[in-house]
Structure formats: structure tokens, C-alpha cells
């Protein structure tokens, strides 16, 4: 490979005598972040962990996603509680895996698991 440094001196100094440093300052960028963080920011997931459901309660919009998964080491449900405008659950929930629900309408929806009736849990839906 053929090394060809070129030795450029530039010497700054030379030239007008106007402020050389005013160039350097940025661009203030305080808009939104180019990358959306892979999980809503609204919080629109929900993990079973150590027997409990969080964050609870979770508040989104109608309109909203909401996934449920599981990161226990025990089969969980994820089951709204009867009497709820909506009701909704989900199969047996092995160790990693998930389900969705869409919430449409506004509401507090107040859910449990079938198998642990103790761990509950609710949505907030705006
Ligand atoms: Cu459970």
C-alpha cells in the first residue's frame, strides 16, 4: 500500500480576522428521538414475573395492545374478571409465552390468573 501522507498544514489563522469558532456550534436536536424504543413507551406490555402481573395497574388508550408475557418459571392465565364490560382471557400461558388483547373502550378492567387466583392485576383504559 502506498502511503501517501499528504502533509496539509493548514493553518487557521490566516485569512479574515472574523470569529473562527462560531462554525462549531451544533444543531440543537431536542425533537423526538430518531429510534421508538421497541416497547411502548405508554407501556403497553405486561409481564408475569415471580407470581405477579406489572406493572398494575397499566394505564393506556383505547385503542391500545396490551401483551401479556410470561416470564415465570409456572403456567400462568391471563384472565379479565367476570362482570367487566369486556372480558377476555388467554389459554395456559407457558414460561415465555404471550398474549394480546386489544382494549377498545374505556374502562378498569380488573384480571387474575385462573390457576393463582391471587395474582391480579388491573388496566386502565383512557
Ligand atoms: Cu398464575
Known sequence: MTASVASVALLGACGSSGKGYGASNPT??????????????????VTIDNFSFGPSPLKVKSGTKV??????????TWTADSGDAVT????DLSPGSSYSFTFSKAGT????????????????VS
Not at 423526538?32 to 405508554?42: Q, T, V, Y
Open 28 to 45: 440543537t436536536t431536542a425533537g423526538p428521538a430518531a429510534a421508538a424504543p421497541a416497547a411502548a413507551a405508554g407501556g403497553s406490555a
Open 67 to 76: 401483551t401479556v408475557t410470561n416470564k415465570d418459571s409456572t403456567t400462568h
Open 88 to 91: 377476555w382471557t388467554s389459554p
Open 109 to 124: 378492567y380488573s384480571y387474575h390468573c385462573k390457576i393463582h387466583p391471587s395474582m391480579t392485576g388491573t388496566v386502565v
